[in-house]
């Protein structure tokens, strides 16, 4: 069955740096896009990056912009997202999810805690 598992979180200090993996199976990840969410602590799930099939086109919630890139390797199977010079408010549980604006499928979500 189609499943997606993300790793890579944990705990940094502010202007630190993460890298989260997903890591895609049960489907022909090659012709879907991606998308990475973030649930802060007791607020809503939000949008934060997401990358076309093929990985041509990306596009990012303004508050990431330039300080995160979004990227696949169709190859592995894989979705990454690479966080830089974060900050505590990007504390959240991240989770990765398969399409562009709609999402069938998704992964169990990754906690990343940026404190000092």
């Known amino acids: 069955q189609a499943q997606l598992v993300e790793s890579g979180g944990g705990l940094v200090q502010p202007g630190g740096s993460l890298r989260l993996s997903c890591a895609a199976s049960?489907?022909?990840?090659?012709?879907?896009?991606m998308s990475w969410f973030r649930q802060p602590p007791e607020k809503e799930r939000e949008l934060v990056a997401r990358?076309?099939?093929?990985?041509?086109?990306?596009d990012y919630a303004d508050s990431v912009k330039g300080r995160f890139t979004i990227s696949r390797d169709n190859a592995k199977n894989t979705v990454y997202l690479q966080m830089n010079s974060l900050k505590p408010e990007d504390t959240a549980v991240y989770y990765c999810?398969?399409?562009?604006?709609?999402?069938?499928?998704w992964g169990q979500g990754t906690l990343v805690t940026v404190s000092s």
């Open positions: 999810a398969r399409g562009w604006s709609a999402y069938a499928i």
């Open positions: 990358i076309s099939d093929l990985g041509v086109r990306t």
């Open positions: 049960g489907f022909t990840f090659a012709t879907y896009a």
